[in-house]
């Protein structure tokens, strides 16, 4: 069936230190990706997305890029803040439901 | 503001009793959902709603309810057949789905505690 696996968290970096978060998927035909960000206490935001193969998703400095033949969509930063602390889930969408399918979430701690 | 608003933000309750999760939306979308989440797992489909008047079940329907009478509005209940209520849950919508390039935007969440 459909899925997606991140790392697992915590992630655990300096201000300023670079950023990756893995995420794999399985998926039949052409999922679409997203990253979600959720601070604590809080719902989910949308950080970004992807809709095809090769596409780049960015949004306040943060990217990820479509990868089909890795099956991958891996979420990087080049200098993390403190204020990127929350948890990051990756999700695909792979039907015209318009459903979900998510990841386990990755705590990310910024310290300073 | 356009947004989702869900209340109450926390909730206690009695085992044994149903209780009625609140979603309004402002944003016009078609298509509502609800999920559950619990620590340290991702989101899990309850529940969603393509159009007024029709919606089907998630990956996690046992115990809850839903009705869709209007386009704004979706409310969720947790019946006392399920088996562990006590999670986060989260309301979100989106344009029709079939848009390729839609997304699902979310509410901030009610945390439900049953003891």
């Known amino acids: 069936g459909n899925s997606v696996t991140q790392m697992e968290g915590p992630v655990t970096l300096s201000e300023e230190a670079f950023l990756t978060i893995n995420c794999t998927y399985t998926?039949?035909?052409?999922?679409?990706l997203f990253w979600y960000v959720q601070y604590p206490g809080e719902g989910l935001q949308l950080l970004l997305k992807?809709?095809?193969?090769?596409d780049k998703g960015s949004n306040k400095g943060f990217e990820a890029t479509y990868r089909k033949e890795t099956t991958s969509f891996h979420l990087e930063k080049g200098s993390v803040q403190v204020s990127d602390s929350a948890v990051y889930f990756c999700a695909l969408r792979w039907s015209n439901t318009g459903k979900l399918i998510f990841g386990q979430g990755t705590t990310l701690q910024v310290k300073p | 503001d356009g947004g989702i608003t869900q209340s109450p933000k926390y909730l206690f309750r009695k085992e044994g009793q149903n209780v009625t999760l609140s979603c309004e939306q402002n944003l016009n979308h078609d298509a509502m959902y609800w999920y559950r989440q619990d620590p340290g797992q991702g989101l899990r489909l309850i529940y969603y709603s393509q159009i007024v008047n029709d919606f089907q079940k998630g990956d996690i329907a046992e115990g809850y309810s839903v009705s869709r009478e209007k386009k704004e509005s979706f409310p969720l209940t947790v019946t006392s057949a399920q088996k562990n209520p006590t999670a986060f849950y989260l309301c979100?919508?989106?344009?029709?789905?079939?848009?390729?390039?839609?997304?699902?935007?979310f509410g901030p969440g009610t945390r439900l505690t049953v003891t």
């Open positions: 992807a809709t095809k193969a090769d």
């Open positions: 998926a039949t035909g052409y999922p679409s």
């Open positions: 979100a919508s989106s344009t029709a789905a079939g848009q390729r390039t839609y997304e699902q935007y």
